[in-house]
């Protein structure tokens, strides 16, 4: 299973201001892209553009080789992605909102694995509470639960660690350095500075310009 | 077919085009009007049931035809907009509502007015009023909408959006209330449904209307013309243009 | 602008990716689970349920307060004012349709399912039918008693609202997708959605009127279904369009 997420000249105008322009991208199998810049220079819109959500930019995407439109179907099950806001209901408990991505994701309802997936996450004997008593950081660990339980190639991260405790910061640095080893592929926006590794990249996006640097 | 939709889409293009077409709306505009209205209200012959009060039809009923269209209009803008995302649609259908709501504004008056001579009263739930009324709730409502949201590009689509599904509705909502109207108060004296009209009266309402529509088509040219100005105010062309004016 | 040294990295790679699993569960299993999870949601905050009931019934009490108490005024008017107030009442718990999905980032999820967004809105739609028109339907002829409402008139009443709030829930969840995304979308809301909701309560209002007279109420119901299909035909695909708006802010 090859991967390749390709833009080509990706520039998304908002209300007559170019938050970014001529910009090429390539993601492949066995990296993690960080995507950086000053607040409001269009990293959220970016990872929104790439992972599909909005249809409102120019250029091109491609998904291995095959243009997006047509591409659509295969990349959205390939794909996984965190949101700025966590995407956990309160009212639910930490297995019901797994439930739920599950059921989404097309994978066969399996307690078992949710179980696992919240233990991963360091909230085994919290399954049953409602999420909206859990702290903040672990309704994030409730979210970034679904990196286990829905295994896909592609993730699309903004702002993962946000609310997340220094041990759990590790862990999941050492998580996606895991995933991009085995053959995935992060896009990742963070105000965390991600230890330096073979595998990540850095793409700056500033003033109206894209630029790149290894 | 394509090039030529793109070619029409571009600002620069329109701007040009449209100067040029820009005199002939207005003189006609003004022409069909100016005859439209010295025929129907001095030469025409009086009403021979409602006397000289019949002539609010030449305002009347060109308001609201034009309501409508002007409706139809900004959905089909809308629609152009969303598929081929051609900016000018958009700005188009955005000047168009307030004319439309005006015009339907319009009707509505001119109907109460009328209703005094012939009901005595200012106001009757009569269907076609009734109509009139809700169309107004709906050009308010795309304005509103269009007035809410804080990006314009999202602003442009949610009224697209909401335009188109009004213009679904408004079939709908037009049978419903003539029937509710029919149930309600069957056989009434209704205004504009006319048993034949003679050449002379409706003569002039004929040209009146084909005035409005010129109007309408002058207006939205020129608001569009200043609104593709403030939006494009950062593109060269517009600076250059500025340049050679001042 | 191109990347060096993104081929190498490709080389680095090794084996195909192991962590990937091709979803196989279809739309059915995520309409079930999106159907339960908002059906469980709604159950677990019981107030989002009943104040459109208590509303209901609250309005309805304002009337006879404001106008009169006579039996045989709040007769005749009955049928209108049940309608006009159960339409008001399935309007107010709409603002909360899709606003809790917003805030908390579901939206996104649900956008981003490999499944139709149209079908996925369809299924939150049918549970605010289920837990706001329906309970308002059974509820109206108990309201309908309280008015006078002439008898033989009362199965009627609860099956043209029934029937009419499916409609009124696909026409206002339009709404509520456009509004989502603005802060304050509560008021801008029944300004859309009400103009839109006058051929439903037309026709509504005149089945029960037309049980009254003791006129055949079939063409009535007959209209509320078209109307019903129309708005299952357009309000999907308008909802999804609107909520791809609303998420871009």
């Known amino acids: 299973m090859t991967l390749r997420l390709q833009a080509r000249g990706l520039a998304c105008e908002r209300d007559d201001r170019w938050l970014f322009e001529d910009l090429d991208l390539d993601i492949v199998a066995g990296e993690i892209v960080r995507i950086e810049g000053p607040n409001g220079s269009g990293k959220t819109t970016l990872l929104k553009i790439l992972s599909g959500q909005l249809a409102d930019y120019q250029g091109e995407l491609f998904w291995n080789e095959a243009p997006m439109h047509q591409a659509r179907d295969a990349f959205l099950s390939s794909l996984l992605y965190l949101g700025h806001a966590a995407g956990v209901k309160a009212t639910l408990t930490p297995l019901e909102n797994l439930a739920w991505y599950q059921a989404m994701a097309g994978d066969p309802d399996s307690e078992a694995d949710r179980l696992a997936a919240l233990e991963g996450v360091g909230l085994a004997g919290f399954e049953d509470l409602p999420t909206g008593q859990l702290s903040a950081g672990q309704q994030r660990r409730v979210a970034l639960a679904r990196l286990e339980l829905t295994p896909r190639p592609l993730w699309v991260l903004d702002e993962p660690f946000t609310a997340i405790d220094r041990e759990g910061v590790a862990e999941l640095e050492t998580r996606l350095e895991a995933h991009a080893h085995d053959g995935g592929a992060v896009l990742v926006t963070t105000h965390h500075a991600l230890r330096a590794t073979p595998v990540l990249r850095h793409v700056r996006l500033g003033a109206g310009n894209a630029h790149v640097r290894h | ?246 | 602008m191109r990347m060096s040294g993104t081929e190498a990295s490709v080389g680095k790679a090794g084996p195909a990716t192991p962590s990937h699993r091709e979803p196989r569960g279809g739309l059915r299993v995520a309409l079930h689970a999106t159907f339960k999870r908002d059906l469980t949601l709604l159950m677990r905050r019981c107030g989002e349920v009943f104040n459109p009931l208590v509303f209901f019934a609250l309005v309805i009490t304002l009337f006879p307060i404001g106008i009169s108490p006579d039996p045989e005024l709040l007769s005749t008017i009955a049928p209108g004012l049940l309608w006009v107030a159960a339409l008001l009442a399935a309007l107010l718990s709409l603002d909360s349709l899709f606003r809790g999905d917003y805030d908390d980032g579901s939206l996104e999820q649900l956008l981003l399912s490999p499944q139709p967004l149209a079908a996925l809105a369809l299924a939150k739609v049918a549970v605010h039918w289920l837990l706001t028109g329906l309970p308002l339907a059974l509820m109206a002829p108990v309201l309908g008693i309280m008015l006078s409402l002439p008898a033989g008139s009362y199965l009627v009443l609860a099956l043209s609202l029934a029937l009419g709030s499916a409609s009124l829930s696909l026409i206002g969840a339009i709404g509520a997708a456009l509004t989502v995304g603005l802060s304050r979308g509560g008021v801008l809301l029944s300004l859309l959605v009400l103009p839109l909701y006058i051929p439903v309560l037309i026709f509504g209002a005149g089945a029960v009127q037309a049980a009254i007279l003791g006129d055949g109420i079939t063409a009535h119901l007959a209209i509320l279904g078209a109307l019903l299909a129309v708005a299952l035909m357009f309000a999907p695909w308008a909802i999804a369009a609107s909520l791809r708006i609303s998420i871009n802010g």
């Open chain 2, 1 to 246: 077919m394509w090039a030529f939709i793109h070619k029409l889409g571009s600002p620069k293009w329109f701007y040009t085009i449209s100067a040029r077409l820009l005199p002939w709306f207005w003189a006609a505009a003004a022409l069909l009007i100016a005859v439209g209205s010295i025929w129907g209200l001095a030469f025409a012959p009086a009403d021979y049931q409602q006397g000289n009060s019949f002539r609010i039809i030449y305002v009347h009923v060109p308001a609201a035809f034009l309501a409508q269209s002007i409706f139809v209009a900004m959905a089909v803008s809308g629609l152009i907009f969303l598929v081929w995302k051609i900016k000018i649609a958009d700005m188009a259908a955005a000047m168009m509502a307030p004319l439309g709501a005006a015009m339907t504004f319009i009707a509505l008056f001119s109907g109460a007015v009328w209703g005094v001579p012939t009901w005595g009263t200012w106001w009757m739930w009569d269907a076609r009023l009734t109509s009139m009324l809700i169309l107004l709730f709906l050009y308010v409502g795309v304005i509103a909408l269009r007035g809410a949201f804080s990006s314009r590009d999202s602003a442009s689509r949610a009224a697209s959006v909401l335009a188109m599904v009004g213009v679904i509705n408004i079939p709908i909502i037009k049978y419903s209330v003539d029937w509710w109207y029919t149930l309600h108060q069957p056989a009434t004296f209704s205004v504009t449904s006319r048993p034949a009209m003679p050449m002379e009266m409706w003569m002039p309402l004929l040209i009146m209307v084909l005035g409005f529509y010129c109007f309408f088509i002058a207006l939205t040219l020129t608001r569009t013309r200043s609104e593709i100005l403030r939006r494009e105010s950062t593109k060269r062309w517009v600076r250059e243009l500025a340049g050679e004016g001042g």
